[in-house]
Nanobody, 120 residues
Framework: QVQLVESGGGSVQAGGSLRLSCAAS?????MGWFRQAPGKEREGIAS???????NYADSVKGRFTISRDNAKHILYLQMNSLKPEDTATYYC?????????????????WGQGTQVTVSS
């Protein structure tokens, strides 16, 4: 069993930045960030393997950066140039290789979610 606890969400104006953190109870090789906007399906936006290889959805590529501290079991998401369409609940996720491919079906563990609101 892996416990995931997110922090760092909040409200920001368009163009601003936020950094999300996710503290994991143990090391997991594949981790990622997913988000769900009101009325929309949950989608994968960024993932990272234990060796640091990263994958991004086109919607966030060039604006968001995923990273991890393997020693502390912490996952990060640096979000820059935020847009109103980035408004969503953001979830930390861990699981198998399909997490790296940003597929929901690969997720075995979810965090509780943290709200990000971007105003225009």
């Amino acid at each position: 069993q892996v416990q995931l606890v997110e922090s760092g969400g909040g409200s920001v104006q368009a163009g601003g930045s936020l950094r999300l953190s996710c503290a994991a109870s143990t090391y997991t090789y594949y981790m990622g960030w997913f988000r769900q906007a009101p009325g929309k399906e949950r989608e994968g936006i960024a993932s990272i393997s234990g060796d640091g290889t990263k994958n991004y959805a086109d919607s966030v590529k060039g604006r968001f950066t995923i990273s991890r501290d393997n020693a502390k079991h912490i996952l990060y998401l640096q979000m820059n140039s935020l847009k109103p369409e980035d408004t969503a609940t953001y979830y930390c996720a861990a699981g198998g290789s399909r997490v790296y491919l940003l597929q929901l079906s690969g997720v075995n563990y979810w965090g509780q979610g943290t709200q990000v609101t971007v105003s225009s």
